[in-house]
């Protein structure tokens, strides 16, 4: 399973729980699980966090994959000038 | 001087990456014949104006633009009552989510004006004279309302409020009222508390900058035009066609179809570009009027009414065993975000240690609503604020603790494997090859003269892909067309040129880069976030290889042989099938030529949405000189240097690097937003807002790192963002070698320094 870190813009929705494993082979089946699991986090995540799976960073991309022993960092969205 | 320090692995036999063409926009730019936003024109344009509010926080009582209307030339008038009241709501449009409500409220106040030089109405005249005397006929009755421009004055309790429905978000619970504060970002690592506590040195300092625009030459500009049958075009200078269509859309409340935006050539944007101001303004006045009308900012309203980069209080403490071991950091930030929220505190939050492979920290950041002009992205948006301050926090710690700035620096760093601040785990970066590059040159060898001193500082910055489309052309003599979606802001159309010349095999100057119109490519988010040379390159290298698919195809069935059996190398098919060794090669040329008898025109467009961009660190090295009679400073020796992945172009990058050099020295020297007490910005000019020109500044070196992003064809990584993160932070730091006295406040203007040579020497 993949090990998800979510950092504190996610708290409200995990009620302050950072870190837990998640069954999910792309960052659409992540959205999903972790919406079941926190209802309404998939819909913010999707909205406003990007996916660093093992390092790299995906954003806006649902079906990046996500490997089996992955480790998935949910960061904010990141822009620039 | 310029080197590029390479890594062996990135080696690879390039013809034209890596090379040094003319670039393609030069003849223009120099001839004067490049058109700007401010240059185009329409038969029987109209001039539209905008009013702006002479308070920074006033409700509207009441518009009366009966007079302005009567007045002979004056075609239409209009008001926030002109367009939608939009509903918050969040709409991807430019690289992030805007929230639409506050995008439009910013376009035009609706019953509040939140700024000095809020737009509060517009007219459209026959002429500039008339358009200004129809404004003076518009009577606006505002109620003054008291108002707040400093970060921590809104954060305190009592403080004039901009927004009743403005509830803190990030807190554990929603706050029981609303107040200045938008959001509230946190991240931890470890225990803090203990790794204080075991620290063999503290340092701790507040930290304050100001506000500053990115002071792009060109004003914006736009002519828009709004047809009887509702089919729109604007013509406007932009770092995104597709984002004004966009914004432009939601605000009116119009089909995407409906609006056809062509980009003009770009006079700088730097991020202030990256969203609306005159656009939308330009089509209401064009449908009331029944003409194009064209808008024109001046200077003052540039400075009144667009983004800055926001204003901070910071508060950095570290601790340090004797070894120069970094033990712990607490960072604390409140950024300035103007009239809505939306400051890069979160960016800031994310970028503010990640240089540095820590144990325990926390970092806490603050959006903060004032009455000041909304903020707009600046280059790294962000980062360069907070790096000054924990640059200069990490300095301290070096004096303190008697070691080296790159030594200091080294012993911290991250690394491959490192588990970033803000998460994830660094892979294929070049920090410390960047470090050892500043390490190993001349200029820290260097000796300093009299009243000098030599700082140093780190700057990190992400990065980004996202979706682009290119689209590659062949003509019929064998040259090529390259077109993308982005405004060439930094170089991108060289950099697409060379990088479809080296995939098809062309000399460079065979290959011409346009920017289409949003109706003529498809979609690409706008140049921003160092994006388009990694992502719209990917799509422009991936259209000239399915080209050369193409080709090789056409070369098979000419050779009767399978496409394995045909490779493209120096812009020829060449025939590998040894049944038939009489093939002579096929160039593009002569593929070309026949391309009607071979299946028609050869082109090919990609779309994509690109992932997997490097992040950037820079390293910069700073002398400075300062006058003891003046406090004046003067940077005399400057090295920057960037891990670039691969320069496509080097000059270009050198450009890159540069220019965010010479904007940071700028804003740790001299620029600052200064406001009255009536809230009113008291310098918007350039000749009160002191900008650095070419002869305040020494010729700037800069040292190419290449350690490539295995993700990008050519091993690119961004490189607009990071030159200019370090400066501010370099320069300080400068300042107090050569004065002996931290400077924490920027920016260091002359009676600054002067005050704090006094002080120490009081």
Same mark, same amino acid.
């Given at each position: ?23 999910? *082979?792309?960052?659409?089946?992540? %959205? ?40 998935? /960092? ?8 | ?8 692995? #990135? ?38 104006? %905008? ?11 009441? %518009? ?11 075609? #239409? ?20 989510? &805007? ?44 109620? $003054? ?61 507040? /930290? ?25 075009? $604007? ?66 309203? $540039? ?19 004797? =070894? !120069? ?25 994310? @970028? ?42 990490? =300095? ?21 494997? @490192?588990?970033?601040?803000? !998460? ?16 190993? &040159? ?101 259209? *000239? ?57 050869? &082109?090919?467009?990609? &779309? ?14 700073? =002398? $400075? ?17 960037? =891990? ?119």
């Amino acid at each position: 399973m993949a090990h998800v870190v979510a950092g504190s813009d996610c708290w409200p929705f995990t009620g302050g729980v950072s870190a837990f494993d998640v069954e999910a *082979a792309t960052v659409r089946e992540l %959205i999903g699980a972790l919406d079941a699991r926190f209802p309404g986090l998939g819909d913010f995540i999707d909205r406003k966090m990007a996916f660093a799976i093992d390092g790299e960073i995906h954003q806006d991309a649902w079906f990046s994959p996500i490997g089996p022993d992955s480790e998935v /960092y949910l960061i904010p969205k990141i822009g620039g000038g | 001087m310029s080197e590029t320090l390479e890594k062996p692995a #990135a080696a690879a036999v390039l013809n034209v990456v890596g090379t040094r063409p003319i670039r393609p926009d030069g003849a223009d730019k120099v001839t004067g014949r490049a058109t700007y936003g401010a240059d185009f024109n329409m038969p029987g344009q109209l001039v539209g104006k %905008i009013l702006r509010s002479p308070h920074a926080h006033a409700r509207i009582v009441s %518009i009366d633009a009966g007079k302005a209307r009567g007045l002979p030339g004056v075609k #239409a008038v209009v008001t926030a009552a002109d367009f939608p009241d939009l509903a918050s709501e969040m709409h991807e449009g430019g690289e992030q989510a &805007s929230n639409l409500r506050d995008l439009s409220l910013n376009v035009m106040a609706r019953g509040k004006a939140l700024y000095d030089g809020h737009a509060v109405a517009a007219v459209a005249a026959v002429s500039t004279e008339v358009a200004d005397a129809a404004l003076a006929l518009i009577k606006v009755t505002y109620e $003054v309302l008291p108002h707040v421009t400093e970060v921590e004055d809104a954060m305190a309790s009592g403080a004039p409020l901009l927004h009743a429905h403005l509830f803190t978000e990030g807190l554990p619970a929603k706050p029981a009222s609303a107040s200045n504060i938008a959001r509230r970002h946190y991240n931890e690592r470890g225990d803090i508390a203990q790794a204080f506590a075991a620290a063999d040195v503290v340092v701790e300092q507040r /930290y304050t900058t100001q506000a500053v625009h990115q002071g792009y030459i060109e004003p914006h500009a736009c002519v828009a035009a709004w047809a009887e049958d509702g089919r729109c075009e $604007v013509w406007s200078s932009s770092q995104g066609q597709f984002m004004v269509r966009t914004y432009c859309a939601k605000v009116l409340g119009r089909e995407i179809s409906d609006i056809r935006v062509t980009p003009a050539e770009i006079g700088g944007g730097f991020g202030g570009k990256t969203t609306v101001y005159l656009e939308p303004v330009a089509l209401a006045l064009s449908r009331a009027s029944g003409h194009p009308v064209k808008m024109v900012m001046s200077r003052d309203e $540039v400075f009144r009414a667009t983004g800055p980069t926001s204003g901070s209080v910071m508060h950095v403490k570290l601790g340090a065993t004797a =070894d !120069g071991t970094i033990t712990a950091a607490k960072v604390e930030l409140k950024f300035q975000a103007g009239a809505f929220p939306g400051s890069p505190v979160g960016a800031a939050c994310m @970028t503010a240690l990640a240089c540095y492979d820590l144990a325990n920290f926390t970092i806490t950041g603050w959006d903060v609503v004032t009455n000041t002009p909304k903020v707009a992205a600046y280059r790294a948006p962000g980062a360069p604020i907070v790096a000054f301050a924990v640059e200069s926090a990490v =300095d301290e710690l070096a004096v303190k603790l008697g070691m080296d700035p790159i030594a200091i620096r080294e012993k911290n760093a991250v690394h491959n494997g @490192t588990k970033a601040a803000y !998460g994830p785990t660094f892979q294929n970066i070049g920090y410390v090859e960047t470090l050892a590059a500043i390490r190993d &040159s001349d200029h820290y060898k260097a000796p300093l003269g009299r009243n000098q001193g030599r700082g140093l500082a780190v700057g990190f910055w992400f990065n980004i892909g996202g979706e682009s489309t290119a689209a590659v052309h062949i003509g019929e003599d064998g040259s090529a067309v390259v077109v993308t979606g982005n405004p060439d802001i930094g170089g991108s159309r060289a950099s697409m040129a060379m990088m479809a010349a080296e995939t098809l095999g062309l000399p460079v100057e065979r290959v011409r880069p346009m920017i289409a119109d949003t109706a003529s490519i498809g979609y690409s988010m706008l140049t921003g976030g160092s994006r388009t040379t990694f992502a719209t390159g990917m799509a422009v290298v991936q259209a *000239a290889e399915q080209v050369v698919a193409e080709l090789r195809k056409r070369a098979a069935k000419l050779w009767e042989t399978t496409v394995e059996q045909v490779e493209w190398k120096g812009g020829q098919a060449r025939c590998l099938d040894p049944a038939k060794p009489d093939k002579k090669p096929l160039t593009l040329e002569a593929l070309a030529a026949q391309s009607g008898r071979m299946g028609g025109p050869i &082109s090919a467009q990609v &779309s994509l949405n690109a992932q997997g961009a490097g992040p950037g660190f820079g390293v910069h090295l700073c =002398d $400075v000189e300062v006058d003891p009679d003046t406090g004046r400073v003067d940077v005399v020796r400057y090295t920057a240097a960037q =891990d670039v992945g691969k320069a496509i172009h080097p000059a270009y990058v050198e450009g890159q690097v540069q220019g965010g050099v010479a904007q940071g020295v700028g804003w740790a020297l001299n620029e600052a937003y200064i406001f009255d007490r009536d809230g009113k910005m008291e310098n918007a000019g350039f000749l009160d807002y002191r900008m650095p020109v070419a002869s305040d500044l020494p010729m700037l070196d800069t040292i190419l790192v290449e350690v490539p992003n295995p993700r990008h064809p050519f091993g690119a990584k961004g490189v607009g963002e990071v030159p200019i993160v370090p400066p501010l932070a370099a320069v300080a730091n400068a300042v107090r070698a050569a004065i002996g006295v931290r400077m924490p406040d920027l920016p260091l203007s002359p009676p600054v320094v002067l005050a704090a040579m006094d002080r120490r020497q009081g």
